[in-house]
């Protein structure tokens, strides 16, 4: 190799995906991964690009701003997108994948490669001289989150999430419970556990007077809105749940024929659908009060726990503030961020931004830069989003949509069909950006 090897830190989606853009340009990367040597709170297998939270990737219809993003991914040789897709589990429209084969997948297909090396050790300190992708997402650890933070001058921030239970379907009451999709769209691949009105307002306010885990005494609780734990929403109101999470439309229950007061979702967790993902119910009760309250929903009452729902502090960095539209940091273009440590939020938005550092590290290995991609598609409009002024003032983590797209000047017309019209207009603007970079 004419150059040494770039370093990345995390082995995390983003982490792989950055990786392997070096990897396919002919480039040595060395990926750092704390694991087994330590876990984080959230982390439970030894494998790299390990999913914490849902085994959902969200919804892969392209009229959508998580499907846009997906296809933009796929046509840029995306290596999570091709094993997500490799691995996935029936889930609707959405795209979901058993975890383990997924993650067991990632990891064999970087290790097939020569100029892979995995090193499994704990990184404290950034390398100042070496190129270096920081990949450590959202669960950095605390020795290198300080480090990071004293680099940074204090531009640090973090929030809280939490991760949902996953129950064994075997332990399921299957007489209570029923397959459906909403209004018998697609494939019946949701398991719906169904309340009447006393049940739902019972369950409400359990959730509500159940014991929490309590925040250390010198942490902030900041929790980000696209990921609310279901008690913090049950908080909100009475019917907030009823019209989240616990939505009931376009659910028949075909058992008596009428529409339930709430329903619990429940998604297959991986192919052999032994185990069931609980849909929305990312939670911060402690791990007793989990089973006493979960088990109050009609089907659920001798429910069996695979993995019960737990919260951890997830990790940002300023980005406006301090990176380049490059991902690389303003005060040392040897260091990248990518991730949800830049403050995009999701499995696919991490994705993105690990390919793009990727893309970006091998442009000036090549003695090049390259152009940001548009905010016209959807890579381009996370990418300005994290990196431009004017999201400064009130960063906060940012999930894909469609309102984040370079406007779209159009005449009032349908949500749909504008819908469409930004992803016809995205797709050729990714494909023009890909032709001038040359990324074919």
């Not at 853009?21 to 704390?34: D, K, N, P, S, W």
Request: glycine share 6%.
């Amino acid at each position: 190799m004419k150059t040494s090897p770039v370093i990345i830190i995390g082995g995390g989606l983003a982490g792989c995906e950055a990786a392997w853009q070096l990897i396919q340009r002919g480039y040595a990367v060395h990926l750092m991964e704390m694991k087994p040597q330590k876990f984080s709170p959230a982390h439970k297998m030894e494998h790299l690009a390990e999913l914490v939270c849902s085994n959902s990737l969200k919804s892969n219809n392209l009229d959508s701003a998580p499907g846009l993003l997906k296809q933009e991914l796929r046509r840029l040789n995306s290596l999570i997108l091709s094993v997500a897709d490799q691995t996935a589990v029936a889930a609707g429209s959405a795209l979901a994948v058993d975890r383990a084969e997924f993650a067991k997948n990632v990891e064999a297909k970087l290790k097939e490669q020569k100029n892979f090396t995995l090193i499994r050790t704990e990184v404290t300190q950034i390398p100042q001289d070496a190129l270096t992708i920081v990949a450590t997402g959202p669960l950095t650890s605390d020795p290198l989150a300080q480090s990071i933070n004293q680099m940074l001058g204090g531009s640090y921030l973090y929030f809280y999430d939490a991760i949902a239970p996953i129950i064994e379907a075997d332990s399921i009451n299957m007489d209570k419970v029923y397959w459906a999709s909403r209004y018998d769209k697609g494939t019946p691949d949701y398991l719906n556990c169904p309340l009447c009105e006393e049940e739902y307002k019972r369950f409400r306010q359990e959730l509500l007077e159940g014991e929490k885990v309590a925040a250390k005494s010198f942490e902030e609780v900041r929790h980000f809105e696209g990921c609310l734990p279901i008690e913090v929403l049950a908080m909100r109101g009475e019917d907030t749940l009823a019209f989240g999470p616990m939505k009931p439309v376009g659910l028949i229950n075909p058992k008596t024929g009428a529409m339930p007061y709430a329903v619990v979702q429940l998604r297959r967790e991986n192919i052999s659908g032994n185990f069931l993902n609980m849909v929305g119910f990312q939670t911060k009760l402690t791990w007793p009060e989990q089973k006493r309250i979960f088990r109050l929903i009609p089907g659920l009452e001798n429910a069996e726990f695979a993995r019960l729902g737990s919260i951890h502090r997830n990790t940002y960095i300023h980005s406006p503030s301090l990176l380049q539209p490059s991902l690389q940091l303003k005060t040392n273009h040897n260091i990248f961020f990518a991730g949800q440590i830049t403050g995009v939020e999701g499995y696919m938005e991490s994705t993105a931004m690990g390919l793009l550092a990727g893309l970006n590290s091998a442009a000036i290995l090549e003695g090049k830069q390259l152009q940001p991609p548009p905010p016209a598609c959807a890579i381009g409009a996370l990418l300005h989003y994290i990196t431009s002024p004017a999201s400064a003032a009130n960063f906060q983590p940012m999930n894909i949509n469609f309102g984040i797209l370079e406007h779209l000047p159009v005449k009032k017309m349908k949500k749909k069909e504008k819908h469409i019209l930004y992803v016809k207009r995205a797709l050729q603007a990714l494909n023009d950006w890909m032709n001038s970079q040359h990324l074919n």
